[in-house]
């Protein structure tokens, strides 16, 4: 007896999971959640760090090759370009958790942290392609 009513009250537990996890629909041109408005800034994040990595790639290019043609004890532009964009990254990086603070413990927070990373993101794809031209 003990054996089925541990069965039935097992299934009866079953019963009120759902059968298929669904993803939230996301309308992007006009969020309406909290979880759409994060979500969103996510993939608007994802597509700025997109560029900004066909940019810096190209830029390496550019370096790469400028050090191969220079002088001995010239080179170094490949190098310098490294340091910068890493130091870039960690500053980025800090100064957007810093600005999402605002939202600290809130359902915003991730979101103002995207939208920031977002937007420094963006600003650091001109800067290296505006590099990349005058070369």
Known sequence: MKRV????????GFSCVPAVAQQPQMNCG???????????????????????NAAYQALRKLTKARDADAGEGQAG????LVK???AWV????SWCEAFAY?????????QLNA???????????????ALADNL
């Not at 009513?5 to 009866?12: Q, T």
């Open 5 to 12: 009513l541990f069965l039935l009250g097992a299934l009866a």
């Open 30 to 52: 006009d969020p309406q959640t909290q979880i759409e408005m994060t979500m969103c800034a996510g993939e608007d994040l994802a597509e700025a760090d997109k560029a900004l």
């Open 77 to 80: 532009f490949d190098t310098a």
């Open 84 to 86: 910068a964009q890493r």
């Open 90 to 93: 960690a500053y980025r990086d």
């Open 102 to 110: 605002q939202a600290h413990g809130g359902t915003m927070e991730p």
């Open 115 to 129: 939208e920031c990373q977002a937007e420094l993101t963006r600003k650091r794809t001109d800067q290296l392609k």
